[in-house]
Structure formats: C-alpha cells, structure tokens
C-alpha cells in the first residue's frame, strides 16, 4: 500500500485572512508530503505492513523492527495528525450542537473551555499539537497536548479537534507570535465537523 497525500477539501485561501495561503500551501504540499513521502520510503521492502493505515501503524508501534521504528512512528504520526487538522478547518462556524452541549458539562462554560484551550496550546513547549480529546474509558472531554506528532489514538482517546503547534503552521504571517495565531486559530474551527466527529464516537 502506497499512502498518499490527501487533496485539501477547500482551497489553499479558503482561510485568509487567519491563516494565508501561501502557509497552507506549503505546510499541505511541502510539509504534509514530505511525512508521507518519507512513510513510503520507510516501509519499503517490508511487505508485512502492507495495508496497515497510518492508525494501524501506530497503534501498533512496539510491534515493528527497531531498523524503521522511529521513522514510521515520527512519519505516520505527521501523516494521520495532518490529515485529520486539515478536515476541522473551515472560518466562521459558530460552536454548536451536541458537542457544545458536551463542553459545556465538562468544563462548565464554552469560555472556560476557551481559555484553558488556548492556554495548553500557547504554553506546550516545543513542537506538537493541543487537542480536544473524548476520553471514552470516562466518556468525557479531555485537552491534551502531544509531542512531535503523537497521536492521543495511541492512549485510547479519540480525536475531535487539534491546533497545529509546530512553528511551521503560523511563522511565515505570526513569526514568534503563538498566543496571536492561538487566539486566531479559534475563528478557523470546523464546529459543524467537529460536532460530525463527536457523534459518531460518542
Ligand atoms: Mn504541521
């Protein structure tokens, strides 16, 4: 199985002004493709792992050889993270539905979620991604920040919403600036997707 880039549903300005284009171009054609492309290269010559997802492959991590652990983990992880940021993008879609119902239970207003959102992913230290996690084992929201490009998959919690936090998805318009492109990552959130995602996991 060769793994591939997937196609943007939107177009590379469909988030200007917040995030502009020529940031989404390269971070999708560049950054995104150079995980997958290293992935392929990785699992070369090792058939036995044909057909096993990005998921797959990391839920499953300890089971593969030392010789292509690291670069499958860091590649597959870039890849899975990547695919799933670029499908809860979508500007000036209100909260909304059952899952502003469910943050409203479980961390007692939209606002506090708000901030204690941001403060996580301005304050996480290094590169990695913030989250808002279904924790399914207590059947509640949880954030969560992860290194490099781990997946809260790999702990048994479902994804269903993320900021990227690595410098190459805001330097290029924000430079130093995380609690400005933090702040502006709010009006780019795809609630009627994310709200899609938390139905079908809850
Ligand atoms: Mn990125």
Redesign the pocket.
């Known amino acids: 199985m060769v793994h591939e880039l997937p196609k943007l549903p939107y177009s590379y300005d469909a988030l200007e002004p917040y995030i502009d284009k020529e940031t989404m171009e390269i971070?999708h054609s560049k950054?995104?493709k150079t995980y997958v492309d290293k992935l392929n290269a990785a699992l070369e010559g090792h058939e036995e792992l044909d057909g096993k997802t990005s998921e797959g492959l990391l839920i499953n991590i300890n089971a593969i050889s030392e010789g292509i652990k690291t670069a499958v983990k860091n590649n597959a992880g870039?890849h899975l993270?990547?695919s799933f940021?670029w499908t809860i993008l979508k500007k000036d879609v209100e909260p909304q539905g059952e899952i502003l119902e469910a943050i409203k239970r479980d961390f007692g207003d939209y606002e506090i979620f708000l901030e204690e959102f941001k403060k996580a992913a301005v304050t996480q230290f290094g590169s990695g991604w913030t989250w808002l996690v279904l924790n399914p084992a207590i059947r509640k929201l949880e954030i969560t920040q992860t290194k490099d490009h781990e997946t809260p998959l790999a702990d048994g919690k479902i994804p269903l919403l993320v900021i990227?936090i690595?410098e190459?998805?805001y330097y290029l318009k924000y430079q130093n600036r995380r609690p400005e492109y933090v702040d502006t990552f709010i009006k780019v959130i795809n609630w009627e997707e994310v709200n899609k995602i938390f139905l079908e996991n809850v």
């Open positions: 971070h950054h995104h870039g993270n990547h940021f990227d690595w190459h998805a």
